[in-house]
């Protein structure tokens, strides 16, 4: 998809914010604890006619500048488990319960972060 997002109104709300030319469809809203939903068959409706209007749209509106450099540091409860995820290559210990990655390329941290996930 090339600049279209589906779902809650508020998400949709946040994602406009960060890209303003986001072509966007809210089939809910959050209220409290509940959810209010339009019918299926109009969301289903509505969301095909955004994601044909944002086809039709240009990508380059939707592009996010990326920084040269990515820091990511990650708190663990039980710092057996941070020792662990510190022999990710490229890691370190920062404190007992704090490893910390840092890269040029967004895959490398992303890469680190499943590896974190993947881990429990």
Do not use: W
């Not at 209007?53 to 990515?70: I, S």
């Amino acid at each position: 998809m090339k600049d279209f997002i589906s779902g809650d109104a508020g998400s949709c709300q946040d994602a406009m914010a960060f890209l303003p030319g986001l072509t966007t469809v809210a089939v809910m809203e959050g209220m409290g604890e509940a959810t209010s939903s339009i019918h299926p068959a109009l969301a289903v409706e509505r969301i095909r006619s955004g994601v044909e209007m944002a086809l039709k749209g240009d990508v380059a509106r939707c592009r996010v500048p990326m920084p040269q450099h990515f820091a990511t540091e990650v708190r663990f409860r039980i710092h057996a488990n941070a020792r662990q995820a510190s022999y990710f290559p490229g890691a370190r210990l920062a404190e007992p319960h704090v490893v910390q990655f840092e890269a040029d390329d967004y895959f490398d941290v992303r890469h680190f972060d499943d590896e974190l996930i993947e881990r429990g």
